[in-house]
């Protein structure tokens, strides 16, 4: 469920700092070794950056469905195309299926898709610079 907050740039920094902690660690790790970890950990990262930018805005989203929320309201306000969305929302699927049932992530998922993550990973980060500048 969506509801309007103040803004709040200093959790949106927080949440982003998280965020490049998290990375920093998954670039000291073998991703392929554990490639339901590096799944987990991407979607987190990707997670903690759409957050920034909604609370730097004043905008929250609580509640069963919030993540799924969460990456379509992204999606629309910072006119991310359809594949971008819709491979966000198979992201969230797989990280709550590695969470709650134990799934396992094969390593070519990562191999496939590890350059479309990190770009878009920098392409929210920049969206958030912007709107914090």
Do not use: C, W
């Not at 920094?13 to 339901?36: G, V």
């Not at 989203?61 to 198979?90: C, M, P, W």
Request: proline share 2%; aromatic share 8%.
């Amino acid at each position: 469920m969506l509801t309007k907050v103040m803004p709040d740039k200093q959790k949106a920094k927080a949440l982003k700092s998280m965020a490049e902690i998290t990375l920093q660690r998954l670039e000291t790790t073998d991703l392929l070794k554990y490639p339901s970890n590096t799944l987990t950990d991407y979607y987190d990262v990707l997670h903690k950056i759409m957050e920034a930018l909604t609370l730097s805005e004043g905008v929250k989203f609580k509640g069963d469905g919030a993540h799924q929320e969460l990456i379509d309201y992204v999606s629309k306000i910072y006119n991310l195309d359809e594949s971008t969305r819709a491979f966000l929302q198979q992201m969230r699927d797989y990280r709550n299926r590695i969470s709650y049932e134990g799934f396992m992530v094969n390593k070519n998922y990562i191999l496939l898709n590890h350059d479309k993550i990190k770009q878009m990973i920098k392409s929210l980060t920049e969206k958030l610079a912007k709107l914090n500048s």
